[in-house]
């Protein structure tokens, strides 16, 4: 099994974190911020990554420590579930529809993290999670876990469908470049014989 656990505690955040790729969708999130609780949920469900996520976050202050360690925390998580990355699928791309909204998420596991984001929302908060703080969880995850991410709203109007769409795209992207391809014997898949760097 495939699996990583992260426990990282500052003086802003206690976190603890555990991945199983191999997984079935299973999650158990609390993070203090429901519609964050929510996104991660989408992401285990969708992924078929199993996701244990406890934070104790200083919400006291903002929500975005919370957010920002969160997303390290899980993507260190996944990085050490992938270990050297041999066999893996390493791209995913996904067009992922929800209503009247359509995103488009393409991401490498290449150990060379950088996020292009093409998206946005016309309010400040959905529930009570600030909007400004999705897209700093997609580049703290592209950042700790190594990988090129490109995200894109195509068009939608409904600010939750638009970020529960760029989740689920992203889930089904990790899920299609995280899988075992049988016929890669377990080989790195890249020319240089490593990722990264």
Same mark, same amino acid.
């Given at each position: 099994?495939?699996?990583?656990?992260?426990?990282?505690?500052?003086? $802003?955040?206690?976190?603890? =974190?555990?991945?199983?790729?191999?997984?079935?969708?299973?999650?158990?999130?609390?993070?203090?911020?429901?519609?964050?609780?929510?996104?991660?949920?989408?992401?285990?469900?969708?992924?078929?990554?199993?996701?244990?996520?406890?934070?104790?976050?200083?919400?006291?202050?903002?929500?975005?420590?919370?957010?920002?360690?969160?997303?390290?925390?899980?993507?260190?998580?996944?990085?050490?579930?992938?270990?050297?990355?041999?066999?893996?699928?390493?791209?995913?791309?996904?067009?992922?529809?929800?209503?009247?909204?359509?995103?488009?998420?393409?991401?490498?596991?290449?150990?060379?993290?950088?996020?292009?984001?093409?998206?946005?929302?016309?309010?400040?908060?959905?529930? $009570?999670?600030?909007?400004?703080?999705?897209?700093?969880?997609?580049?703290? =995850?592209?950042?700790?876990?190594?990988?090129?991410?490109?995200?894109?709203?195509?068009?939608?109007?409904?600010?939750?469908?638009?970020? $529960?769409?760029?989740?689920?795209?992203?889930?089904?992207?990790?899920?299609?470049?995280?899988?075992?391809?049988?016929?890669?014997?377990?080989?790195?898949?890249?020319?240089?014989?490593?990722?990264?760097?």
């Amino acid at each position: 099994m495939r699996t990583g656990k992260i426990e990282r505690n500052t003086s $802003e955040t206690a976190i603890r =974190v555990e991945v199983n790729l191999d997984g079935s969708g299973r999650y158990d999130v609390a993070t203090g911020i429901g519609f964050l609780d929510h996104m991660v949920e989408q992401f285990s469900r969708h992924s078929l990554i199993d996701v244990t996520m406890h934070v104790n976050g200083d919400l006291h202050v903002d929500q975005h420590h919370t957010t920002e360690d969160s997303a390290i925390a899980l993507g260190q998580a996944l990085a050490q579930a992938l270990g050297d990355m041999g066999g893996i699928g390493r791209y995913g791309q996904v067009y992922s529809p929800m209503d009247e909204t359509l995103a488009r998420v393409a991401l490498d596991i290449s150990g060379r993290p950088y996020l292009v984001w093409r998206a946005g929302f016309s309010q400040e908060k959905l529930g $009570e999670w600030d909007t400004e703080l999705i897209e700093h969880w997609f580049h703290s =995850v592209s950042q700790a876990c190594g990988i090129t991410l490109h995200i894109e709203l195509i068009y939608g109007t409904n600010n939750h469908h638009i970020c $529960e769409a760029i989740y689920k795209g992203f889930a089904r992207a990790m899920r299609a470049a995280v899988e075992l391809d049988p016929r890669k014997n377990g080989a790195i898949p890249s020319t240089k014989g490593q990722l990264g760097g």
